[in-house]
């Protein structure tokens, strides 16, 4: 069946329909990973998004029920060269195709990606439009223009939990797929906030010797600190940090009084809290094979990430220092707090997909709660 995807910007590329029939808008992005796929459409960080794999050949390892991120696929589209029907994994269960029908997600196979990528390069993330019923492009530009920007936009609140809830499942490992970890080997109790978690996140705090439970966006502070926990983590999530004013004044709370870590937009909150200012990038970092250094030993690390929003630094040189910086374009990675028992990072250290060179900061963050217990 016949797709088109227009641009914002009047750019239009034709292809072939694969998935879900129908339309679908959002922001269009591209993500340089070569592997993880099923990661990325479960990954809730890509709500009000349109993914756009730069890897040639997409579907070949189908989809299995254990890659996860999620319970359901938020991203809004998805966009790849060459899409493999005939697929070839031990664990997958169905094809590619058949999930995103299942999910009512759809996409365009069949187009130039690596035209597509540069133009978003040259003039920037924005939004789109895939549509299997109309083809006219004076019409389909005049729909994508009517969406609002990703700037300014609150769209963590669309993908919390609705009320707190205990993960005790930790890392898979050949052979025994997620195990279940023994209470006794969980020494530190986490309050997790829900802005849109992936799963592998809470499987490395449980690994590395967590009690975890995950609450709401919106979860009061008060009662997050009447559960004694021994540390606050904030996760990733989509849309823009700074229109969250109840949760950034929320987390103001435990500044001082708790351990915090933070990842992806629970980094950007951070910065916001401590009294900083983001920016939105012009096309974002999003694949599995991005350099960062950290700035403390000097170690390149190959990170995953996924953020459109970058902290400013400068604008937070009163309270914290720069910790992690990527190489690709110098933007902020990481930073600690000079004086209290807080850092976050810009990058993914859960990886799935991706490397595991960032591991090592859940060790961290538990060094950091034992440390002030």
């Not at 961290?364 to 709660?369: A, D, K, L």
Request: hydrophobic letters at 40%; charged letters at 20%; one cysteine or more.
């Amino acid at each position: 069946m016949k797709a088109v995807l227009a641009l914002a910007d009047g750019r239009i590329f034709k292809g072939r329909s694969f998935g879900a029939s129908g339309e679908a808008t959002g922001e269009v992005v591209f993500n340089t990973a070569m592997t993880g796929y099923q990661e990325v459409l479960t990954d809730p960080s890509y709500k009000g998004q349109m993914v756009t794999m730069t890897y040639t050949q997409v579907g070949n390892t189908g989809i299995n029920p254990e890659d996860i991120e999620s319970n359901q696929l938020y991203l809004s589209g998805f966009i790849v060269k060459e899409y493999h029907d005939c697929y070839s994994n031990w664990r997958a269960t169905m094809s590619l195709d058949a999930y995103l029908k299942e999910n009512g997600v759809v996409g365009i196979q069949g187009l130039d990606t690596r035209a597509l990528t540069r133009h978003l390069r040259d003039k920037g993330a924005q939004n789109g439009i895939i549509s299997t019923v109309d083809f006219d492009p004076e019409s389909l530009v005049r729909k994508v223009r009517s969406i609002p920007s990703m700037a300014g936009l609150d769209l963590a609140s669309g993908v919390s939990c609705d009320k707190p809830y205990h993960w005790s499942e930790a890392l898979w490992e050949l052979g025994e797929g997620y195990r279940q970890a023994a209470s006794k080997d969980l020494k530190y109790k986490v309050v997790a906030y829900d802005f849109g978690i992936k799963f592998n996140i809470l499987r490395c705090l449980v690994s590395a010797g967590c009690d975890v439970t995950v609450v709401p966006a919106t979860f009061p502070a008060e009662e997050a600190l009447a559960m004694a926990p021994d540390g606050i983590f904030l996760s990733n999530g989509p849309g823009d940090p700074e229109p969250m004013h109840a949760v950034i004044e929320n987390i103001r709370k435990f500044v001082g009084k708790k351990p915090i870590f933070g990842i992806c937009l629970g980094h950007q909150l951070l910065g916001l809290v401590l009294g900083g200012r983001t920016v939105k990038l012009k096309f974002g970092n999003h694949g599995s094979n991005l350099p960062v250094m950290d700035l403390a030993t000097g170690k390149v690390e190959i990170t995953a990430q996924n953020h459109g929003f970058s902290v400013d630094i400068v604008s937070l040189s009163h309270a914290c220092e720069l910790a992690h910086e990527n190489l690709n374009d110098q933007t902020v990675e990481g930073m600690r707090h000079k004086e209290l028992p807080i850092f976050s990072v810009q990058h993914h250290p859960e990886a799935s997909p991706g490397p595991h060179d960032s591991h090592y900061l859940f060790g961290r963050f538990v060094e950091m709660m034992e440390t002030n217990r």
